[in-house]
T-cell receptor, first 115, second 110 residues
């Protein structure tokens, strides 16, 4: 158990819908990262928040947005869902900023299925 | 820029050794190694920070050649539990996100 929690574990929805994925980092960690992993694909970095502020964006679609709240939990919002958005979504947390060679601890993931 | 991992997949018998390579076209600040079992979260193995640094974890070790911008993960006397996909993640200097390679699928059979 990494100490990172993600809810829900599974999510099945229809195209065009909007969903929210939630992540609670390990106690004391200020950074939250979101990744998308499609079937048999690697981990695609989406976005990074540090202490409530957005620090870096990766391959994140405009239909996707995220935020980190004062209690440091984070939410990833996915809207106008398409079949291709079906994937495992992981969040990870670390103590420090990216580029500081800090270990990232991954949550169990949310499996999103868009029908 | 995404690091390149090789091989893409490897099958070993228990007790055999394997090497997984990770190379980048950019200067690297650090290399991170993770293992992911099917349907589970990636699990941290180790970070390498300095050129030439080697780290070990049980029978899994890694090296980092800063000049060549490469890292290698060494698995010795492999066990069934080593099966999974191994990812390297690289950081360039500065405030840059970790970029993962596409992974190497390792299967250990009895």
């Amino acid at each position: 158990d990494s100490g990172v929690t993600q809810t829900p574990k599974h999510l099945i929805t229809a195209t065009g819908q909007r969903v929210t994925l939630r992540c609670s980092p390990r106690s004391g960690d200020l950074s939250v990262y979101w990744y998308q992993q499609s079937l048999d694909q690697g981990l695609q970095f989406l976005i990074h928040y540090y202490n409530g502020e957005e620090r870096a964006k990766g391959n994140i679609l405009e239909r996707f947005s995220a935020q980190q709240f004062p209690d440091l939990h984070s939410e990833l919002n996915l809207s106008s869902l398409e079949l291709g958005d079906s994937a495992l979504y992981f969040c990870a947390s670390s103590v420090a900023l990216a580029g500081s060679a800090d270990t990232q601890y991954f949550g169990p993931g949310t499996r999103l299925t868009v029908l | 820029q995404q690091p390149v991992q090789s091989p893409q997949a490897v099958i070993l018998r228990e007790g055999e050794d394997a090497v997984i390579n990770c190379s980048s076209s950019k200067a690297l600040y650090s290399v991170h190694w993770y293992r992911q079992k099917h349907g589970e979260a990636p699990v941290f193995l180790m970070i390498l920070l300095k050129g030439g640094e080697q780290k070990g974890h049980d029978k899994i070790s890694a090296s980092f050649n800063e000049k060549k911008q490469q890292s290698s993960l060494y698995l010795t006397a492999s066990q069934l539990s080593y099966s999974g996909t191994y990812f390297c993640g690289t950081e360039s200097s500065g405030n840059t996100p970790l970029v993962f390679g596409k992974g190497t699928r390792l299967s250990v059979i009895a």
